[in-house]
């Protein structure tokens, strides 16, 4: 009776509903869902946060998901004096495999101070090029920074629209003309240095418009002879662009500039061809100096010629064979530009040679060579019509031609170019 009595009240009521307690790590995991696309993460989710974190009252407007980082949530923010700012919050303390927290708030921390640091210096610098975001506040207890959010884009994002190579080469250079000025300071090397820890952004302020290079993300950075700032630390930022010294010998703390080169070098691919470099994730690979030498080889198919040297001198395993100073690398990036453009201008001298050739023939000749003529418009394609047309076809030409020696000297600038 008493069973049948509860079934039947059982029957009519709903189901109890579980009531699903909101925890800091399952709101982390529900934001960091919004990886691919942060802007279209709900700010109810954001607001939620900041209330766990008792920090809603800090900020008076959240303007988005800025992006989900290996080690933290970054959003856009307005602070309570209304500056827009980036808000920094470290998920450090929900990661999954055996991270120690400590180390994690350490990393954060010692990396906003070198970012301080590095801005206070740059300060005194007038017309610099380059620039890091200044930071505005870092709390240990929960662990965030709030700093200066950066006009513009990711470094990628944004050289995908600078459709001339020598340009996208122009911030590489800019980008090492501020890693050697970190290390005129205090030996600071950033030993995270890829294309998405790099923004190009305009300058506040009175120089309004103009572009810098920020290099953002300081959690790895060390800073030499300062013992508070250059603790031992284990971990990498990103595996392919970590040099062997960090990911084989798990030695950051002796890592120098030559580390750092090493990783510029997969920048330097990064910002050539204006895409991310494609990550690797299995230990084992990385590890294995044939599967990198493999790696970097394939990367340099996808670059122009003139620019595999620097990509794949800097990409050395061994650190003795890569260049040895930022001096050094950028010599070489420039000589090897330095070359294509001679290259560039000899081609274009014997082009415009082919033109006044051609321009010497009579219109019987010109007949003759209309095909060839016409489609001169590239070095690139001349040889590539050349091929087509078929050496033969031409050289029959060449001998029923009254004007065949004519031809043969055009013929000849065409296979000098090739
Ligand atoms: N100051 C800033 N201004 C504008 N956007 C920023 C700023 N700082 C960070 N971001 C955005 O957030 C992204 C992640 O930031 P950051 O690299 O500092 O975090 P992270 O968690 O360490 O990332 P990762 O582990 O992927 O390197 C950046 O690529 C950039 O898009
Ligand atoms: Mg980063």
């Avoid at 990409?315 to 000589?335: C, G, H, M, V, Y």
Wanted: net charge positive; proline share 3%; glycine share 6%.
């Amino acid at each position: 009776m008493f069973q049948s009595f509860s079934f039947k009240k059982n029957k009519n009521k709903e189901p109890p509903k579980k009531i699903k307690k909101i925890t800091y790590s399952s709101l982390v995991k529900e934001i960091s869902a919004y990886v691919i696309n942060p802007i279209s993460c709900p700010e109810k989710l954001l607001i939620d946060l900041l209330d766990m974190l008792n920090i809603k009252s800090t900020f008076r407007k959240i303007h988005g998901l800025q992006a989900v980082g290996g080690e933290a949530i970054v959003i856009a923010v307005q602070d309570n004096i209304g500056r827009d700012s980036i808000l920094k919050i470290s998920t450090g303390y929900v990661a999954k495999f055996g991270t120690d927290k400590i180390k994690v708030v350490a990393r954060f921390v010692r990396g906003c101070k070198i970012q301080h640091l590095i801005y206070k210096e740059l300060l005194s610098l007038d017309n610099s090029f380059f620039r890091v975001p200044e930071i505005y506040a870092v709390s240990e207890k929960p662990l965030y920074c709030v700093m200066e959010w950066v006009n513009g884009a990711r470094a990628v994002d944004y050289l995908k629209t600078e459709k001339n190579i020598y340009k996208r080469i122009d911030f590489f250079l800019i980008l090492l003309s501020f890693v050697e000025f970190c290390y005129s300071r205090g030996a600071i090397i950033h030993r995270d240095l890829k294309a998405a820890n790099i923004m190009i952004g305009t300058f506040p302020g009175k120089s309004y418009g103009k572009l810098l290079i920020y290099v953002i993300d300081w959690g790895y950075a060390k800073v030499e002879g300062n013992g508070s700032l250059t603790l031992e630390m284990e971990g990498i930022g990103s595996p392919a662009h970590a040099s062997p010294r960090q990911l084989v010998n798990e030695d950051m703390k002796n890592c120098t500039i030559v580390d750092e080169i090493y990783s510029l070098g997969l920048t330097f691919w990064e910002f050539v061809t204006a895409t991310y470099a494609p990550e690797i994730r299995s230990l084992k690979k990385l590890e294995s100096k044939n599967y990198m030498d493999g790696y970097n080889r394939e990367l340099a198919k996808k670059l122009p010629q003139f620019a595999r040297i620097p990509f794949l001198k800097s990409r050395n395993w061994e650190a003795k064979d890569r260049p040895q100073s930022i001096i050094a690398f950028r010599r070489l990036i420039t000589n090897v530009i330095q070359d294509m453009k001679i290259l560039v201008a000899e081609k274009k001298k014997k082009q415009r040679e082919i033109v006044e050739v051609h321009k010497g023939l009579t219109s019987e000749d010109k007949s003759v060579n209309t095909t060839i003529y016409t489609d001169l418009r590239t070095e690139e394609e001349a040889k590539e019509n050349v091929k087509k047309e078929g050496d033969d076809s031409i050289k029959k030409e060449i001998e029923t031609s009254k004007y065949g020696s004519v031809l043969r000297d055009f013929l000849k600038l065409i296979s000098d170019m090739k």
